[in-house]
């Protein structure tokens, strides 16, 4: 017993400091001796149709298609669709009314969640481009020139934009750290071939590579679809300079169900995504594998390793098991206490742990059963 909880802690610790140490440095690595830069061209300006799933966004459907509109792209190769799904509110009116021809609405004939409306609306869309993005994400005026540049480039069939948080809240810096984490890896990942995952709220993808993905697909849309693309050979490329702004509610804990929900997505995600585990498939299997699979498992490798160092040190009394077990005693006590000893390196342990409990419990929502994509948006602040 005591040869297996050894070999549990130390195989825990190595997933861990591959998943959140080596393989960043990995990826600079071989950036360095095997990137490739894609062949931009800002003169190219393909016709674009902006999609934006909606349900019941009455709050920010008009200051969405403001937003959309105002960006500078060519008028006449600019167009927004607004996929309802059942929205029981005053949504579809609001896009019905909305005095531009180059504004359209496409209601779902029953509610199917964000996938369902990406399914059946992305092949009605008449253009080269695709951009996916969410009813509550704004755009800067430039966006769309730096995306759709990458294009340009026959090789790249998705490009992801860069998403930042137009809100701070007390517990926001730990997401901000993430989010600035996750993207210089993107970059990168592009750089050797694609990122495997893209910022959900903003994303392009061109239309003859758009693929349908399972119709109960539940919140994992921007890692499916870019997954798709490089199935067919192509790339998928992180554009920093292609910005955009999120609201979110400013909160851990009160984010803690979409992250539930995110959470679920992904092991179901990790269960069509199998065929990546074959090396064959190249850098692509090297980065969704270390970016994405070590990821979304490192919460029980965590638990393997805390519970393990526990038992080491009473069964040996050993003081290497003993400083494990009292280092991880008191991660897990910071991060429990950050609400009464509110220190930056506090809050950074309690949004660690929180995201992955929500992974946790996300696995035990994928294991219950997934029937229906559909959604019920996370209240925003005001």
């Not at 080269?128 to 069939?157: E, K, S, Y």
């Not at 429990?336 to 342990?349: A, E, F, G, N, S």
Request: with cysteine; charged share 20%.
């Amino acid at each position: 017993m005591i040869l297996f909880f050894t070999f549990l802690l130390w195989f825990s610790l190595a997933e861990l400091l591959y998943s959140y140490t080596l393989y960043p440095l990995l990826l600079l690595l071989f950036v360095r001796l095997f990137g490739r830069p894609v062949q931009q061209d800002p003169r190219y300006t393909p016709t674009i149709g902006v999609l934006v799933p909606a349900h019941n966004e009455e709050e920010v459907i008009r200051k969405k298609i403001d937003n959309v509109l105002a960006i500078k792209y060519p008028s006449d190769k600019l167009t927004v669709w607004v996929g309802s799904d059942c929205s029981t509110d005053t949504t579809d009116a609001l896009v019905t009314e909305y005095p531009d021809s180059r504004v359209h609405l496409w209601v779902a004939p029953q509610r199917s969640g964000k996938t369902g409306i990406l399914n059946q609306l992305a092949p009605r869309i008449d253009s080269d481009i695709i951009m996916f993005t969410d009813a509550n994400t704004m755009h800067h005026p430039d966006c769309l020139t730096a995306i759709v540049r990458n294009f340009a480039d026959p090789t790249v069939g998705a490009v992801a934009g860069h998403i930042e948080h137009a809100r701070s809240g007390d517990d926001e810096s730990g997401e901000s750290i993430y989010r600035s984490f996750e993207s210089r890896q993107k970059y990168m990942e592009g750089l050797l071939h694609s990122t495997i995952s893209a910022f959900g709220g903003f994303y392009a993808v061109r239309k003859e590579a758009f693929r349908p993905i399972p119709p109960n697909a539940y919140s994992n849309d921007d890692v499916l679809i870019p997954m798709n693309v490089i199935r067919q050979g192509l790339r998928v490329i992180y554009e920093p300079d292609a910005v955009s702004e999120e609201e979110n509610t400013g909160s851990v804990v009160s984010e803690f169900s979409r992250r539930v929900r995110i959470g679920a997505g992904n092991f179901q995600a990790f269960a069509w995504l199998l065929d990546f585990l074959n090396p064959a498939r190249g850098w692509p299997a090297f980065c969704l594998v270390s970016h994405k699979f070590t990821r979304w498992f490192s919460p029980f490798f965590l638990l393997a390793g805390f519970v393990s160092s526990g038992i080491l040190f009473f069964k040996s009394g050993s003081d290497l098991y003993r400083m494990m077990f009292a280092t991880g005693s008191f991660i897990v006590l910071a991060g429990m206490l950050y609400k009464v000893i509110p220190l930056r390196i506090t809050r950074h342990v309690f949004y660690f742990l929180v995201m992955n409990v929500a992974l946790i419990i996300g696995l035990y929502r994928f294991l219950r059963g997934i029937r229906s994509a559909a959604w019920s948006r996370t209240e925003r602040s005001t």
